[in-house]
């Protein structure tokens, strides 16, 4: 059963950085991309990053420069390094994997950034 659990959220004022985890169980983990989504409340999901299996990047066009998704195949995790916070980034943040064409989601993270 492929379980998710994202940590590393919290209140960070506007400029700042926040790191995200993702811990993974439940599939082969090395096999698969990794995507992390937002959702702001009342709004849609919102692909913010994707990982391949072998480290290729992609990024929503609005928050390149400024996120990085990253992954390590020993501890089975995806991380999610936010950096110069806008007030605008304030979401609960979601890890996301598809295996045999079922999308499975934790529970989510949030992330507040206010002054």
């Known amino acids: 059963q492929v379980q998710l659990v994202e940590s590393g959220g919290g209140l960070v004022q506007p400029g700042g950085s926040l790191r995200l985890s993702c811990a993974a169980s439940?599939?082969?983990?090395?096999?698969?991309?990794m995507k992390w989504y937002r959702q702001v409340s009342g709004k849609d999901r919102e692909l913010v990053a994707t990982i391949t299996a072998d480290g290729r990047t992609n990024y929503a066009d609005s928050l390149k420069g400024r996120f990085t998704i990253s992954r390590d195949n020993v501890r089975n995790t995806v991380y999610l390094q936010l950096s110069s916070l806008k007030f605008e980034d304030t979401a609960v943040y979601y890890c996301?994997?598809?295996?045999?064409?079922?999308?499975?989601w934790g529970q989510g993270t949030q992330v507040t950034v206010a002054s």
């Open positions: 439940g599939f082969t983990f090395d096999a698969y991309p």
């Open positions: 996301s994997v598809r295996t045999f064409g079922r999308d499975s």
